[in-house]
């Protein structure tokens, strides 16, 4: 049990950091063309209004980063903190739902 | 003239301190043989450990100018700084006294990380035919040679900031067994692998096979644990392909 | 200088730790940031008015160049742990200065831009 969780963990963070190293590189891009006279909301609203494909993109971007943040922190936590194991992973719980349900909101938000 | 050489040695536990002390510099001086000069010649009472003093026993390992080496096989002037050398306990295991460090928690971990050899085959039968050409051979080939010293889990930061993690020797001797075609239940063997404080805490450092005496790879195994979890166990070849290889089929 | 700690692929390490832990930081601020929008565009807007401040500004190009070190010292990761290596010793610590370069360089352009 304690193997294959592990395990699971593993392949979750592996496969999330497969899934943005693209979702960045299209992310990275698009900053440098975004800041380009300044930012304003209206620029970035007139992209993101009712686009699919970008609510999609963003979508994703925010599923893969909420699965694949916590468990960097908490790899860090457990070798240069103190805390304990469970509050360490309690941490990595609330880490993974903030930035899930901020992140699905912020989505929405633009959308 | 006579050449010294200042060096300076741990003595006492963990809340211990260096000393130095004024060696004369000789021709193949070893870093063993300095430690040995010092307690003939200054210190009756230092403790350090070593048995066969040509590299194969792996139990001279020591912390050498904040490096750990296998001291038997390290030559003074490979790595004296400004004819000076300081010699310490490898890190990350208990210190017992002066340059002797407790090493069961190394050879504790290797055990619970299930890196054991467990075959299916008792005396009577016919010993296995491995070809020395099949992937799994030339895998474990790559791992095996370890001479236990604990150079690496020394040089591991991980280990030194996770009590859980097994180390890299440990995990580079699961590796060879999953290559091996004799080891039985392989999978639980790789389950071991990923459970807490097995491969998945490892951070490519990088500072094992960097310091590895015998020129293992323990990094490399690690990384190729880690990739099973995607790509399943690895092929160690068929029963089929175990014909002796006699170089006919080679070409010239 | 510790002699454990001051070699290519330690510091692709810490590298990639501290860029993570910095994004892992920023990456709620930013979610709920955008998040203002929920409601109107104005709101937005206002929150977006501190990004004028050169010190924001500052934090913004740093926060660049680390998503760009997080991408490519991971991709390295990646590489080791997903191909099989060019050679045992070889745990492609040459990628470490040119990933450092281009972070570096995707900064330029960042900052050129804004």
């Avoid at chain 1, 593993?10 to 006279?37: D, E, F, G, S, W």
């Avoid at chain 2, 003074?76 to 090493?103: A, C, E, F």
């Avoid at chain 2, 928690?105 to 299916?120: L, R, V």
């Avoid at chain 2, 014909?243 to 080679?250: E, H, L, Q, V, Y």
Wanted: net charge positive.
């Amino acid at each position: 049990m304690r193997a294959s969780l592990q395990r699971h963990f593993y392949v979750a963070q592996r496969a999330t950091a497969l899934l943005l190293a693209p979702l960045v590189v299209v992310h990275l891009v698009l900053i440098m063309i975004a800041v380009k006279n300044g930012l304003t909301a209206d620029e970035i609203l007139s992209r993101t209004r009712g686009n699919v494909l970008w609510a999609v993109f963003y979508g994703l971007f925010v599923v893969a980063a909420a699965v694949h943040a916590p468990l960097g922190v908490r790899n860090v936590l457990r070798e240069w903190t103190p805390l304990s194991q469970q509050l360490v992973d309690a941490f990595c719980v609330f880490l993974f739902l903030l930035l899930l349900l901020a992140g699905l909101r912020a989505v929405v938000a633009v959308y | 003239m006579t050449n010294k050489i200042s060096v300076s040695i741990w003595r006492g536990k963990s809340d211990g301190e260096y000393q130095t002390y004024e060696v004369e510099l000789r021709e193949n001086q070893t870093v063993l043989d300095i430690v040995t000069e010092v307690q003939r010649q200054h210190e009756p009472s230092l403790a350090y450990r070593f048995a066969c003093r040509v590299g194969v026993c792996g139990s001279c390992a020591m912390t050498v100018n904040g490096v750990p080496r296998w001291t038997c096989r390290t030559h003074v002037n490979q790595v004296t700084k400004n004819n000076s050398l300081t010699i310490g306990p490898l890190r990350n295991l208990p210190v017992i006294k002066d340059l002797v460090v407790d090493m069961k928690p190394f050879f504790k971990k290797w055990q619970t990380a299930g890196a054991s050899f467990t075959g299916g085959k008792t005396r009577h039968d016919p010993v296995a035919t491995i070809s020395s050409e099949s992937p799994g051979r030339k895998a474990a080939d790559a791992g095996i040679e370890c001479i236990n010293c604990a150079v690496c889990y020394s040089a591991c930061d991980v280990v030194g900031w996770d009590d859980s993690y097994a180390g890299p020797a440990a995990l580079n001797r699961i590796w060879t067994l999953v290559n091996d075609e004799r080891q039985v239940n392989k999978r639980a063997v790789l389950d071991a692998a990923f459970a807490d404080g097995g491969c998945g805490s490892c951070h490519s450092q990088g500072n094992c096979t960097r310091h590895c005496p015998v020129e293992l790879s323990p990094s490399e195994s690690i990384a190729a644990l880690k990739r099973s979890a995607f790509m399943g166990l690895p092929k160690t070849g068929a029963v089929e392909s175990n014909k002796i290889d006699t170089g006919a089929d080679r070409e010239s | 200088m510790n002699p454990l700690r001051s070699h290519k692929s330690y510091l692709a390490f810490v590298g990639h730790r501290l860029s993570g832990v910095a994004l892992a930081l920023f990456l709620p601020l930013h979610f709920l940031l955008l998040g203002t929008a929920i409601n109107d565009a104005d709101a937005l807007q206002r929150a977006l008015a501190f990004t004028d401040h050169p010190l924001v500004k500052v934090a913004e190009w740093g926060l660049v160049v680390l998503l760009t070190v997080h991408l490519l010292f991971g991709l390295r990761i990646l590489a080791l742990e997903m191909t099989s290596w060019p050679s045992r010793y070889d745990n492609r610590t040459s990628w470490v200065i040119p990933a450092l370069v281009i972070s570096l360089l995707a900064g330029v352009i960042f900052w050129l831009q804004s």
